[in-house]
């Protein structure tokens, strides 16, 4: 047994290359542990999103707090509450993010695939994150 108190892994601040705005992210499962699973809280202040990715085996986003927003390539943008869970298909191009004027934290649940569990592209534009909600 393997017990990650709480405190002993600081928050980090990933990289502006793959999130706009303030993001903070927590590790609940990481590199440090021996699964292919990886899951981390992420906190993203209002307006910050990450850049358009994908998976190679999927990801999982569970929304613990706030209100946020997603969206996949030619859809329209999907509003997200607490409670609500989200799945993205291996190789779904998406983003994901806080709305404009509050924050939203979620669970991010991936699998590693040769060690990666994600293919970074571009910033979302503000045109596409402020696009057509869905109904």
């Known amino acids: ?5 709480a405190g002993d892994r600081p ?3 990933p990289s502006p290359d793959y999130f706009t705005g303030t993001v903070r992210m927590d590790p609940v499962v990481s590199g440090d542990d021996e699964s292919a699973v990886k899951i981390l809280m992420v906190t993203f202040e209002p307006g910050a999103r990450t850049a358009w990715h994908t998976h190679p ?3 999982s986003l569970h929304i613990l707090s706030g209100l946020g927003l997603a969206a996949t390539e030619g859809q329209p943008v999907q509003v997200l ?3 609500d869970t989200v799945w993205f298909a291996p190789g779904e191009r998406h983003w994901h993010g806080a709305s404009p004027d509050c924050a939203m934290t979620h669970l991010a649940v991936q699998t590693a695939v040769d060690g990666k569990t994600a293919d970074w592209q571009e910033h979302v534009s503000d045109e596409d994150y402020n696009g057509p909600r869905a109904v």
């Open 1 to 5: 047994m393997k017990i990650h108190r």
């Open 11 to 13: 928050s980090q601040s």
């Open 57 to 59: 085996a999927g990801q």
């Open 81 to 83: 509450r607490p409670g």
